[in-house]
């Protein structure tokens, strides 16, 4: 029972997805090519939503579910790192028509394809940790 929280959070998730319409490959396409502002609305609400939340956590010093003080950490001043990974995130992104959040909502939908592109982010993600020590950072 101490999972069910996330269980229900991941079902919520999912519904708020497939509802508007972010695991949508079209609407991911429209924003690629730059033909809808739909996605860049669900993006832009994303990011306000997260400011929001963060100015939130450190104005009332929340705590997680564990009592720990929630801590944010500043981030190297090296933006190549992220031109380069946000590229490849991009490419893939836009390749597969999914990000990893819709890619588990379109399997629930019953679109099993997108078993390729969730078995191929494992891959990535297993390389990347075979690679790391050997990439730079």
Same mark, same amino acid.
């Given at each position: 029972?101490?999972?069910?929280?996330?269980?229900?959070?991941?079902?919520?998730?999912?519904? =708020?997805?497939?509802?508007?319409?972010?695991?949508?490959?079209?609407?991911? &396409?429209?924003? +690629?090519?730059? &033909?809808?502002?739909?996605?860049?609305?669900?993006?832009?609400?994303? =990011?306000?939503?997260?400011?929001?939340?963060?100015?939130?956590?450190?104005?009332?010093?929340?705590?997680?579910?564990?009592?720990?003080?929630?801590?944010?950490?500043?981030?190297?001043?090296?933006?190549?790192?992220?031109? +380069?990974?946000?590229?490849?995130?991009?490419?893939?992104?836009?390749?597969?028509?999914?990000?990893?959040?819709?890619?588990?909502?379109?399997?629930?939908?019953?679109?099993?394809?997108?078993?390729?592109?969730?078995?191929?982010?494992?891959?990535?993600?297993?390389?990347?940790?075979?690679? &790391?020590?050997?990439?730079?950072?």
């Amino acid at each position: 029972m101490k999972g069910l929280k996330f269980i229900l959070t991941g079902i919520f998730f999912g519904i =708020v997805m497939a509802k508007s319409e972010a695991i949508s490959w079209y609407r991911i &396409q429209e924003m +690629f090519r730059f &033909q809808s502002f739909h996605m860049y609305g669900i993006i832009g609400t994303a =990011v306000i939503l997260g400011a929001i939340a963060v100015f939130v956590i450190k104005k009332f010093k929340l705590k997680d579910s564990a009592g720990n003080p929630i801590t944010f950490t500043d981030k190297e001043k090296s933006w190549r790192k992220y031109i +380069f990974g946000g590229s490849i995130f991009g490419l893939g992104w836009a390749l597969t028509g999914a990000c990893p959040g819709p890619m588990f909502v379109n399997v629930g939908y019953g679109y099993w394809a997108m078993l390729v592109v969730i078995l191929g982010a494992l891959l990535g993600t297993y390389l990347y940790g075979v690679f &790391q020590k050997k990439l730079p950072h």
